[in-house]
Structure formats: C-alpha cells, structure tokens
C-alpha cells in the first residue's frame, strides 16, 4: 500500500464522514455543517490530484490505484449530488443525467479495455471533472445571495453541458470499440 494508494483509500473513507456531516443528523447549526463538509469535500477532492501526481512523479502506478482512483472519484462526486438533490440544491434530472454518463463511460471503457484499447483522459473530460467538483463546492457552501445563487446555477448547467460533450468526445474518438470485428 503506497502512498497514492493511501491517498485513494483515504478519499474513499471521506465519503461516509463528508455524507454524516452534509445530512447532519446531529442538528449542528446548518452554517457549521455546510462549512465542515464543504472543507471535508475539498480535503477529499485534493487527494484526487496529489494521488495521481505522485503515483506519475514517484513511479507508483499500481493495478489497485488504476481501479480504486476512478472509482473513489465517481463515489465522491456522485455521492455530493445525490446529498446535494437530497437538500433541494440540486435539480434531480441533473444529478441522473451526470450518473448516466458516467455509468455509460465505465461500461464503454470496459468494452474498450477487452478489446486492448486504452482510452485516455480527454481535456473535456478533465474539465468536466473540475466544473462538478466547484458546482459541488458551491452548492455546498450554500450562501443564500442572488450572486452566489447565479453562480451556483451557471456551473450546475455547465457541468451539464461538460458532462454531454465529454461523453460525446469520448465515443466519437472511440467509435470503433462499438464494432464487432470478425
């Protein structure tokens, strides 16, 4: 278990403290529980970056961390949502079209991977990435201002737009993995 793969871990047991928090059924005062899993999110967030990092620079790609790290991200994020759509914060519809996706690009990525082709990370998806995870901070915050609502709004429909065109570039650039050759 190498530190990247610590890290992942780490980001994987978050989830469960960030999720008590953001629900908060210990009836803490609803600034302080938006506050501390807003800071919970972020923590988590950053061991996405710091684990890819180090597993690159440190040369500790592992087959644990090549599995764990996609999927503790999808866990994170999807989890937020799904609290986020919970507390009306987020519109439902966004939350399953977002899930689709990426249930949709998992399973083509392993049809991909059985075929022996490698499909890469695209800048759509990496922005994508980065437009949820600051809609999820934003939303968390939960700052009751006309500007802070717009904003909030502006990235949930960005990340919207970002999750479509990240799932239409990846199937366009890998159309062939849907054929069956002979």
Known sequence: ?????KLTTLRVLLIPVFLVILM??????????CMLSTLIFCLASVTDWFDGYLARKMDLVTTFG???DPLADKLLV?????ALCDKKLLPAIVVIIIIAREFFITGFRTIAAEK???MSASIWGKL?????????????LNIDTPFFK????IFIWLSLLLTIVSAFDYVSKNIDVLRDKP
């Open 1 to 5: 278990m190498n530190l990247p793969n």
């Open 78 to 82: 999807c989890s937020a949502m799904i």
């Open 24 to 33: 908060n059924p210990m009836g803490m005062e609803e600034k302080m529980s």
């Open 150 to 153: 717009a904003i909030g709004n």
């Open 116 to 118: 022996k082709i490698i």
């Open 66 to 68: 090549k599995f764990m």
């Open 128 to 140: 994508k990435t980065t437009s949820q995870m600051i809609m999820i901070i934003i939303l968390l």
